[in-house]
Nanobody, 121 residues
Framework: QVQLVESGGGLGQPGGSLRLSCLAS????????MSWYRQAPGKERELVAW????????EYIDSVVGRFTITRDDAKNTLYLQMNKLKPEDTALYYC??????????????WGQGTPVIVSS
């Protein structure tokens, strides 16, 4: 079955950096679009960025453009999110999943535990 394991979160300072990882298994990773989501306290889960398979086209929500970079390593079945110039509003629990938007048919119901990111001075 699909398994998604997020890691790499932690405490960061405003202006600092973190790199998140998502180890995927149970499906042919290289054939799927992949996405990062986040859920801040008291807010709904939102899609942050996605990356296609093959040519690895990417897209980001406006609030992270120029600061976050989504990448993938198909040989390792791993998705990454490089987070630079962190802001307090980036504080959230970060998840990965298949597909390029929340309504995609490829989104797995098997969400991981997420990895927490706290940005505070």
């Amino acid at each position: 079955q699909v398994q998604l394991v997020e890691s790499g979160g932690g405490l960061g300072q405003p202006g600092g950096s973190l790199r998140l990882s998502c180890l995927a298994s149970g499906f042919p990773f290289s054939t799927y679009f992949m996405s990062w989501y986040r859920q801040a306290p008291g807010k709904e889960r939102e899609l942050v960025a996605w990356i296609s398979n093959g040519r690895e086209t990417t897209e980001y929500i406006d609030s992270v453009v120029g600061r976050f970079t989504i990448t993938r390593d198909d040989a390792k079945n791993t998705l990454y999110l490089q987070m630079n110039k962190l802001k307090p509003e980036d504080t959230a629990l970060y998840y990965c999943n298949r597909g390029a938007h929340p309504s995609a048919s490829s989104v797995s119901s098997s969400w991981g535990q997420g990895t927490p990111v706290i940005v505070s001075s």
